[in-house]
């Protein structure tokens, strides 16, 4: 008499997806950390014009006060270390193309076609997002930021032969105490970085509040009804993300909150295109106001 077994009594049907997954996943991040490797040598070869690229910025603000642009290494190994902080984000995004490919190509296959179609142009957008906020930081905000901090400096100046307005306390014949810029590489990178890093991901904005539209978790309507709350947001994100002058925040502030309005007119579109999809199928249902 055969035997009747059961589907769930076979552990193995329900995992060999689960491996096949896993399987997948391993070799598109194997893929992915080759190219990063990869592309982090490459960089890493060519440092020194990326170094030389991430410093202009200062360099004019220093060239603008007739002083010579120079940075020191306060320790023996940070000009190594220098080099790798260099190419890890150099390689990060020289390989983030192929890093976004290998992602696409383990979620495309548990897509449909129509969700394919709606996602693909977001993985696209975001990259160019991210390119076009780093370079607002680095041609826009860097200058003028590194322009306010350079402006606390001093001299080297020296008193008038004559003693005339001297400063209470300094005798007439001692020179004023100089406050000259002699920035870390290593530091001035991190302070770089750190800046185009929070630009880049600032612009993400109308990205993720789109996709989010798409997949209703968000309506024109909310994010209208709560944009007081996120002018709030907008203001302390300025004052955190860029440093105590007012015209970089107002630059920030009024780009950010320009995003936020064109991340609620695409999410509108989103909808009346829903909406005329689902009234052409006669999906639709009209709401009705209370009697």
């Not at 960089?43 to 014009?49: A, E, G, K, R």
């Not at 290494?73 to 976004?100: N, T, Y």
């Not at 300094?170 to 920035?183: C, E, H, N, R, T």
């Amino acid at each position: 008499m055969a035997s009747k077994t059961q589907p769930d009594d076979n552990p193995d049907d329900s995992s060999a997806p689960l491996i096949e997954h896993l399987a997948e996943l391993r070799t598109r991040i194997i893929w992915s950390m080759v190219a990063f490797i990869a592309a982090m040598v490459i960089c890493y070869t060519v440092w020194n014009p990326i170094y030389n690229f991430l410093t202009q910025p200062i360099c004019h603000a220093l060239e603008s006060r007739n002083q010579e642009c120079g940075l020191i290494l306060l320790k023996l190994q940070e000009g190594f270390f220098v080099a790798v902080r260099i190419s890890l984000l150099g390689g990060f995004v020289l390989a983030f193309p192929i890093i976004a490919y290998q992602m696409w190509r383990f979620v495309a296959p548990g897509l449909y076609r129509n969700e394919k179609a709606a996602f693909l142009p977001f993985l696209v957008a975001s990259p160019v997002m991210f390119l076009i906020g780093a370079a607002f930081a680095y041609y826009v905000i860097l200058p003028m930021a590194y322009d306010f901090f350079l402006g606390f400096q001093q001299g080297p100046l020296k008193l008038p032969d004559d003693g005339a307005a001297v400063p209470p306390g300094v005798p007439a014949d001692s020179p004023l105490a100089a406050i000259v810029f002699q920035g870390s590489v290593d530091e001035y990178l991190s302070l770089t970085t750190k800046f185009i890093l929070a630009f880049g991901l600032s612009f993400q904005l109308p990205v993720l509040l789109t996709l989010m539209g798409r997949a209703g978790l968000v309506s024109a309507a909310g994010l209208g009804s709560v944009r007081r709350y996120a002018v709030l947001a907008i203001l302390v994100l300025a004052a955190i993300a860029t440093p105590p002058d007012v015209i970089s925040q107002v630059v920030l502030f009024t780009v950010v909150y320009g995003l936020y309005e064109i991340s609620i007119q695409l999410v509108r579109r989103i909808e009346k295109k829903r909406e005329a999809e689902l009234r052409a199928q006669g999906l639709w249902v009209d709401d009705e106001d209370d009697a």
